[in-house]
């Protein structure tokens, strides 16, 4: 199922689960995330890696429309690439991949992709303040948690996520979505200052609160250390 027919098929639900109550017609689009797994042969970083960049810098100057555009590469499995992206919504997706530079980076790092997997997602919360231009610590997380308890993991999850944001100045990015095939597969893209700031932070009264909490609610999870390609926040467009 591609993204248009996913968001279509969601309808109501959608909006229901992003946390907005539908209005009419005049209600906005829900946002749209993606998540894609590419794996670059590791020889072939270096050219993925100066492709990527290019195209990240012309997405900031000319997509206002893209609110967060992250790229990271697993330090365990250096071929292995994450990018979460997040748009105003589906129409403005669609204007992305048709944009030249997108273009000129499929066609220069396609033969340089072994292998990608694209996933729609849904917010669980999306946290994050000014991005400093210094090289972050970024870890990545995948977690599964027990279905009848999801929204009792969502609010506590978000609850944490806010307070970390709000009175930790060194945790600059927290992103949790939900696979939308998926749904109790949680991902979380995080960024922090550095190595002190995440050690600060799992220390933190509201973190071991989290922990405690949730410490059922979880049946598997993954923790991936990684490195940051690209980072970049930028504001929601205005509607029209």
């Not at 027919?5 to 689960?17: C, D, H, I, Q, S």
């Not at 994050?128 to 610590?137: F, Q, S, V």
């Not at 922090?192 to 050690?199: L, N, T, V």
């Amino acid at each position: 199922m591609n993204t248009r027919e996913f968001l279509t098929r969601m309808g109501a639900g959608a909006a229901t689960w992003l946390g907005g109550p539908l209005a009419g017609a005049s209600t906005p689009a829900p946002v749209l995330i993606r998540w894609a797994e590419l794996d670059v042969a590791p020889d072939q970083l270096g050219a993925f890696q100066e492709a990527a960049l290019a195209l990240h810098d012309a997405v900031v100057r000319h997509e206002p429309g893209v609110q967060v555009y992250h790229a990271a590469v697993e330090i365990d499995r250096p071929g292995r690439v994450h990018v979460l992206e997040v748009y105003d919504d589906a129409s403005v997706y669609d204007r992305h991949v048709r944009q030249p530079h997108f273009q000129a980076f499929r066609a220069a790092t396609d033969a340089l992709v072994t292998a990608r997997r694209m996933h729609d997602a849904l917010p669980v919360k999306l946290g994050a303040k000014a991005l400093p231009g210094t090289a972050p610590l970024v870890r990545l997380a995948e977690l599964r948690i027990v279905p009848a308890l999801l929204p009792a993991y969502r609010a506590a999850v978000t609850e944490e996520i806010e307070t970390s944001i709000r009175v930790e100045p060194g945790v600059w990015g927290i992103h949790a979505v939900s696979l939308a095939q998926d749904p109790a597969l949680l991902r979380f893209f995080e960024i922090y200052a550095d190595e002190a700031a995440y050690r600060m932070h799992i220390a933190s009264p509201h973190f071991r609160k989290y922990v405690e909490v949730t410490g059922a609610m979880i049946s598997e999870r993954r923790l991936t250390e990684a490195r940051a390609l690209f980072l970049s926040k930028r504001q929601a467009s205005p509607r029209r």
